[in-house]
């Protein structure tokens, strides 16, 4: 019913800079929380930024001050601006939304993308 597609990831060098989208599509009323994880290798998954449906924001303070989430409600999208990356940010990034299904009902669902790589390196 709902999908999360990803883009904008890909290989730059260390201060470099990248913006990363996702678009969520199908069925659904509205999305509550939005956000970015990622997983670099031999680690656990973790939170980078978060969004509020009116716009308050939650940082990893490891990016802080460094990246930049931001969304836009009409097109059910999400941006995460990433500047002076680091090797360290090396790592697949997935979006993530909390989804209000209906209406007329609070059921809600949390969906995915497939997540897109970021590679910092000279």
């Known amino acids: 019913q709902v999908q999360l597609v990803e883009s904008g990831g890909g290989l730059v060098q260390p201060g470099g800079s990248l913006r990363l989208s996702c678009a969520a599509s199908?069925?659904?009323?509205?999305?509550?929380?939005m956000g970015w994880y990622r997983q670099a290798p031999g680690k656990q998954r973790e939170l980078v930024a978060t969004?509020?449906?009116?716009?308050?924001?939650n940082y990893a303070d490891s990016v802080k001050g460094r990246f930049t989430v931001s969304r836009d409600n009409a097109k059910n999208m999400v941006y995460l601006q990433m500047n002076s990356l680091k090797p360290e940010d090396t790592a697949v990034y997935y979006c993530?939304?909390?989804?209000?299904?209906?209406?007329?009902?609070?059921?809600?669902?949390?969906?995915w993308g497939q997540g897109t790589q970021v590679t910092v390196s000279s």
């Open positions: 993530h939304a909390d989804i209000r299904l209906y209406n007329y009902a609070a059921a809600t669902i949390n969906s």
């Open positions: 199908g069925r659904f009323f509205s999305i509550n929380n």
């Open positions: 969004i509020t449906s009116v716009g308050t924001t």
